[in-house]
C-alpha cells in the first residue's frame, strides 16, 4: 500500500481502476475535466488518465481549486468505511459487472 514515500502515480492509477477501497485515505484524485476531486474507491464513472491528478491530502485538492466528489464524499475520507460500502452497494444494484 502507499504510505508516506511519495506517491507512485502507477500505483494511484491502479488503485483507481480498481476501485481499491483499501486505498482510501491514503490520497485523492482530481479529474481537470470535471474539477472534481475523488477517493480511489468513487463509484463514478473513470475518467481518462490523463485527467487524473493525484493529491495525498484532500486539502492539497481543495487549494488547487477542485471540489468533492457528491458521490463519495473525499471530504469524509477519514469517516468510516460503512459510507463507501453503502454507496458500493447501491450502485451494484445497477450494475452488472462481476464483483
Ligand atoms: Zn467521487
Known amino acids: ?5 511519495p506517491l507512485n502515480q502507477e500505483q494511484c492509477w491502479q ?10 485515505g491514503t490520497f485523492v484524485f482530481a479529474v ?3 474539477g472534481i476531486y475523488c477517493r480511489p474507491s468513487c463509484p ?10 493525484f ?3 484532500m486539502q492539497e485538492a481543495e487549494a488547487a481549486q477542485f471540489r468533492p466528489c457528491r458521490r463519495c464524499y473525499p471530504q469524509y475520507a477519514s469517516a468510516p468505511e460503512s459510507q463507501a460500502e453503502m454507496i458500493e452497494a ?10
Not at 1 to 5: A, C, G, L, R
Not at 15 to 24: E, F, M, S, W
Open 55 to 57: 493529491f495525498r491530502q
Open 44 to 53: 463514478a464513472r473513470r475518467p481518462r488518465r490523463e485527467q487524473v491528478i
Open 32 to 34: 481537470r475535466s470535471t
Open 90 to 99: 447501491s450502485l451494484s444494484l445497477y450494475s452488472n459487472a462481476p464483483r
Open 1 to 5: 500500500m502507499i504510505h508516506e514515500e
Open 15 to 24: 488503485a483507481i481502476v480498481t476501485r481499491d477501497r483499501t486505498a482510501n
